[in-house]
């Protein structure tokens, strides 16, 4: 069988799926399609909590079948730095202690709104405002079975608990700070390359991934794009191209989406003062100073 042997855990939102997809063209790196199959946590989670996860042990091998001859073979399931507790006894047993681990972290009050926002854009269930939101995020989750982990806005950005158990557990650790992989991406992929013992090779980071920024005007028309309906299988027949579909659906996108508005300044306040221990416990954790996060 061809396994997994190195796991980007997250955090959401802090650059995973570029990273994901630059690794993918390294030529002894396989980073698996769909990206995010969740499989050590859907179970434990609840199946509906995210309906496109795996949770089928064959069906999730599969996913990695074509990089078998490569010296790493990798998935990017951005909830997994979340719950440590069953995704570590997980990786640990069925793949080895000698897995190797990345994990990418941004800003927790930044990431908090961007993980908001994006949850907005492509969940139908996300309806209130991000106050309402981070006020409600524990007591829905736990309310609704069907609500999405990405939905916990704050516990997401407590970092501090959740990298240190990695750590602990996993002597091939990686960090990313998600400043220095956006002000210098070809840097952080060399330093990803060393810490992976693989060759520094050409990557083409020109394409960006999962674009924010914008909102939907109507939430009719998002519920139209996003939903199962009969308009959207009618398309499918008059229009059997795929390729053909996402261009008008981009373009009746450009004309119903809006730029997103920046964050209160109160509530940004506020979060700051919610994650600064955190922020002061994981600086000393692993050597860098991140106080500035929420200063």
Same mark, same amino acid.
């Given at each position: ?7 980007? @855990?997250?955090? #959401?939102? $802090? &650059? ?5 997809? *630059? ?6 790196? !396989? ?77 927790? @009050?930044?990431? #908090?709104? $961007? &993980? ?5 854009? *492509? ?6 405002? !991000? ?165």
């Amino acid at each position: 069988m061809a396994l997994p042997n190195l796991f980007i @855990v997250g955090a #959401a939102k $802090s &650059g995973t799926t570029s990273l994901h997809n *630059y690794l993918h063209q390294h030529p002894d790196v !396989f980073m698996c399609n769909p990206k995010e199959p969740h499989y050590l946590i859907n179970q434990e989670i609840g199946m509906n909590r995210i309906p496109t996860g795996i949770t089928n042990f064959i069906e999730y091998s599969d996913l990695f079948l074509e990089g078998e001859g490569e010296k790493y073979r990798g998935e990017s399931s951005v909830m997994y730095l979340m719950y440590p507790e069953i995704v570590i006894p997980k990786i640990k047993d069925k793949f080895g202690e000698d897995s190797k681990i990345i994990i990418m972290l941004r800003n927790p @009050v930044e990431r #908090a709104y $961007s &993980g908001f926002q994006h949850v907005k854009r *492509y969940n139908l269930m996300e309806s209130l405002s !991000f106050e309402e939101a981070i006020d409600k995020s524990e007591s829905r989750y736990l309310k609704n079975a069907k609500m999405t982990p990405a939905s916990r806005y704050l516990e997401l950005g407590n970092y501090y608990n959740q990298v240190k158990l990695y750590l602990q557990n996993f002597k091939d650790v990686h960090i990313i700070i998600y400043d220095d992989y956006v002000n210098d991406v070809n840097m952080e992929l060399l330093r990803v390359f060393n810490f992976l013992e693989v060759k520094n090779c050409m990557i083409d980071t020109a394409e960006r991934h999962m674009v924010g920024g914008w909102q939907w005007k109507s939430i009719k028309m998002k519920a139209l794009l996003l939903s199962n309906n009969k308009l959207k299988s009618l398309l499918k027949i008059v229009l059997p191209s795929q390729t053909l579909r996402i261009f008008i659906r981009k373009k009746i996108m450009k004309y119903t989406v809006n730029e997103t508005s920046k964050i209160n300044k109160s509530t940004r306040n506020y979060l700051c003062k919610y994650y600064r221990q955190d922020v002061k416990r994981l600086s000393k954790l692993i050597s860098i100073n991140l106080n500035h996060w929420t200063s």
